[in-house]
């Protein structure tokens, strides 16, 4: 199977990112052909420091080959350094209805109250998140569930293009783990954990240090209950058994059973450590990756002109249909 996914470089990953989307993307790359992509296009939709932007782009791709993508199998690429990208997003934007758009809470979550002062970029977004997704005939996507919404965007937009110029887009289907699709803010756990996030106590970075990690999860907010159960009206309490479940493999159930005669204090210890354990070696491996970063660059460039070929094939399928060649 055909698969890609992006992930933007702001800030540093946390771990509903890694749970939610790199890992199971690293999983699927064993068996299927995968494009793994740095959305640093998307990420400038909100206001970068052009010096932060180049180390998180680095840092990215340190943290994709330490997770498990191999560069020599997957096209590991920069959006920005595949024009197509724009190209066809344009493209789709002229296919797009304003009413579509509107629609996309993403957009609504990230501008807030302040929607006349946000980018028009922030807006356009899951067009040219569509663009990416289109250019490489894609079957699926792995992505978390915030990314629903602008898949269905995607596969409106593909099958209005075939029905308008005739088949040229692959319909791409989401793949949304079971688990770990949506991992919650720790002071909030009505929320999603987000990398924008004002407050750093409501997300584990991937490269916070053991005692960072245990004063987060301690703090984690829960409820007042003293058993440990699983259950849906208790978020905060089910989003630490998913993350402790996708370290350790265990069923919810099987975990929250093991805490019967314990509580929320145990619970949060072990979790801790566990996350402290499990992060560890990856930092190593990350921290060993950016020391040089001349390679990783090299990678990307290698990468975004694998991809600049395929995409550059699609593109002149797309533009021919359309009468523009
Ligand atoms: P981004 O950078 O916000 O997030 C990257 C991936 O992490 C997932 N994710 C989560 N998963 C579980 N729990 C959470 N709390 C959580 N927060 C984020 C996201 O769903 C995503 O899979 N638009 C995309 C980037 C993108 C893309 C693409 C993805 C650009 N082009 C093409 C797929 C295909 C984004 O902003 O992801």
Do not use: C
């Amino acid at each position: 199977m055909k698969i890609l996914t992006g992930i933007q470089p702001t800030n540093i990953l946390h771990i509903g990112n890694y749970f939610g989307a790199l890992k199971p993307a690293v999983k699927l790359s064993q068996e299927n052909d995968l494009l793994m992509m740095i959305a640093d296009y998307h990420a400038i939709t909100v206001p970068q420091d052009p010096k932060q932007l180049k180390e998180n782009i680095l840092f990215a791709t340190a943290a994709y080959i330490a997770t498990g993508i191999d560069p020599k199998k997957t096209v590991l690429f920069q959006q920005s350094q595949v024009p197509e990208h724009t190209e066809l997003g344009w493209i789709l934007q002229t296919l797009t209805y304003m009413g579509e758009a509107e629609r996309m809470t993403q957009f609504k979550d990230k501008s807030g109250d302040n929607q006349k002062r946000v980018s028009v970029g922030l807006f356009t977004y899951p067009t040219l998140m569509a663009a990416d997704i289109l250019l490489y005939n894609t079957e699926a996507v792995p992505v978390g569930a915030d990314q629903k919404q602008h898949l269905e965007l995607t596969r409106d937009l593909a099958e209005r293009f075939n029905h308008q110029f005739g088949k040229t887009f692959v319909v791409p289907e989401p793949l949304i783990p079971e688990h770990g699709a949506k991992i919650l803010s720790l002071n909030d756990p009505l929320k999603k954990m987000s990398k924008s996030s004002p407050t750093a106590k409501s997300y584990v970075s991937i490269m916070d240090t053991p005692d960072v990690i245990v004063k987060k999860i301690r703090s984690a907010v829960t409820d007042s209950e003293r058993t440990i159960t699983v259950d849906d009206n208790r978020p905060g309490l089910k989003n630490l058994l998913t993350i402790l479940h996708l370290i350790t493999g265990e069923s919810l159930v099987d975990i929250a059973g093991s805490y019967e005669d314990k509580g929320m204090k145990e619970l949060k210890d072990d979790l801790a450590e566990a996350l402290v354990l499990y992060l560890g070696p990856l930092q190593a491996e990350i921290r060993g990756l950016l020391e040089n970063k001349d390679e990783l660059q090299k990678i990307i460039e290698i990468g975004s002109r694998e991809a600049h070929k395929l995409a550059n094939n699609q593109i002149k399928i797309v533009k021919n249909k359309m009468g523009l060649l």
